[in-house]
């Protein structure tokens, strides 16, 4: 019965339209919004209004929270669920966004089993239940460039979508027992790859720290160097385009604009 009610609580939210100030910030600080199909940009409108009604955004060290951060995160997080139905990253309760670069407290076990506390500056993390935490300069400064391949709130949440099944390990929810096979055929070598020759990879180097990590920074690759991943990394590519259920590599051509018009079509 939840199940019933919250569904038709969700429809009611994606039927729901955007403020024209939202689409301004889409514009602005989510490039490959500009890049979508009309139906799949009506698409994640529908997914950013279900993910700000459901999920708590909290500003932390002094930030004052304002549409702008809360449209900016919850689009990011939306563009990874389009194409299929979502789940809305059920585990994940609270974001949490500081100003800038945030320290934590890391417990470090030496090779002599001896422990020792230092302080690490982050730009975000993802808690396998409850929250996920970024840094808003930062994760401003990522979207806002699609080119560098940057982009800590795509990671952050692709981490969601990894733990969505319990296990961090580089593999979430696919359709069907074939696929798992499938998914694996095409990342695991990818993943040796980065880890004999980093300097030959379109992806991070931070990617070869486990195959978490790897599916992480393959996705912000995916979103934000797609023509440079589909060259270097064509299985790879393919594969995570059948699960996103996107090819940013080819967009959707814009339409025309009519004769006489001045500039060029909005699509």
Known sequence: MFDFFRGRRRARLRATPVPAAWRGILAKNVPLYRRLSPGRQQELH????????????????????????????????????????????PGLHSILVYPSTYVVRVDER??????????????????????????????????????DGDNVILHEFAHQLDTEDGAADGTPFLDGRGAYATWARALRPEFERLRESP??????????TNPAEFFAVAT???????????????????????FYHLDPAHPPARAPAPQGAGGTAAG
Request: contains cysteine; negative net charge.
């Open 199 to 208: 300097e030959e990879s379109v992806l991070d180097t931070y990617g070869a």
């Open 46 to 89: 529908g997914h950013l209004q279900v993910l700000l009604a459901e999920k708590s955004f909290e500003g932390c060290g002094g930030l004052r929270l304002n549409d702008e951060i809360r449209v900016t995160i919850a689009a990011h997080a939306g563009m990874l669920l389009l194409g299929r139905e979502p789940h809305y990253y």
């Open 110 to 147: 030496d090779g002599t089993g001896m422990v020792t506390e230092h302080e690490q500056p982050r730009h975000g993390e993802s808690w396998q239940r409850g929250a996920l935490v970024l840094a808003w300069d930062a994760a401003l400064a990522g979207a806002r460039d699609p080119r």
């Open 220 to 242: 912000e690759a995916f979103f934000e160097r797609p023509a440079r991943l589909r060259e270097r990394h064509p299985a790879l590519y393919a594969e995570l385009s059948r």
